[in-house]
């Protein structure tokens, strides 16, 4: 997602100079930078953090929970901004969104990040899971280092890593770069990383529920679910060392329901994830 300014917008302040010029009490002439620079500085956070296009209008209040789960999903974002806010550069827990697809995962996880920085102008990186071992393999075929690709993963204040877990069983390779960003991300101690997935802590029952239709309708669902992602926890899919970092420094949120963007088709609002 790209995001910047508009060059019909002119600070009245500055005259689109981001300085401003000021004399104190013996005459001494100063510059100072232009309260509107943080502004463009957050814009610039907003382009580069990674962000998908189609979350460009994604926000907490466009987020319409159908169930207690999601309502609480909901009140446990808005709870973690508040937090960060509270906390300041001390703060260093995450959140782990679970649950099948489209129940708002990443909904969610954008509406904090664009909330962060455009908020209190806090430096935020979003990657798919899957995707960044393609662009590790593709830069090592372009003799990029490894390095270069992590790096501003690690350094970012607060990450977000979507779908983790997603895909084949890992390679050891695999494994190994995704403990090495997730472990120097933890020891760093001021990091902030929020997780999606669709692997849970705990195996589903796959028991039916003798509800009325609105709940079988749930139900088929989460049984599709089940039958999808019914054989292995989260904990199996990325290995005991990288699940105990997770655990210890992230709350874990299961969100059910049904799928988002199947019901909502044709609507303005079809972005969950």
């Not at 075929?141 to 690709?149: M, T």
């Not at 350094?155 to 050891?172: P, T």
Request: charged share 30%.
């Amino acid at each position: 997602m790209r995001a910047e300014v508009c060059a019909c917008l002119v600070c009245d302040k500055c005259d689109g100079t981001g300085r401003l010029f000021y004399e104190d009490d013996q005459g001494r002439s100063f510059v100072k930078n232009c309260e509107c620079l943080n502004f463009r500085r957050r814009v610039d956070l907003l382009s580069r953090a990674g962000l998908p296009s189609k979350y460009a209008k994604v926000e907490l209040e466009t987020y319409h929970p159908f169930d207690s789960s999601q309502k609480k999903a909901l009140s446990r974002a808005r709870d973690f901004l508040a937090d960060f806010k509270k906390g300041g550069s001390d703060f260093n827990h995450g959140l782990v969104f679970m649950g099948g697809p489209g129940v708002g995962k990443t909904h969610l996880c954008v509406a904090i990040v664009k909330s962060l920085i455009l908020d209190l102008g806090v430096s935020c990186k979003f990657v798919d899971f899957f995707q960044l071992f393609g662009e590790i393999r593709q830069g090592y075929s372009e003799d990029r280092a490894e390095k270069s690709l992590i790096e501003p993963l690690i350094q970012s204040r607060v990450l977000v890593i979507d779908e983790l877990a997603k895909g084949r069983r890992h390679s050891e390779w695999e494994q190994s770069i995704l403990d090495e960003f997730i472990s120097a991300r933890y020891n760093a101690g001021n990091k902030v990383t929020l997780y999606t997935t669709n692997y849970l802590n705990q195996l589903p029952n796959g028991k039916k529920s003798k509800k009325d239709d609105q709940q079988d309708r749930v139900d088929f669902r989460e049984r599709e679910f089940q039958q999808s992602f019914s054989k292995e926890t989260l904990l199996d899919r990325v290995g005991e060392r990288i699940y105990s970092r997770i655990t210890e420094s992230s709350d874990f949120i299961e969100i059910k329901g049904e799928d988002f963007r199947q019901g909502m088709q044709g609507s303005s609002r079809r972005i969950r994830k």
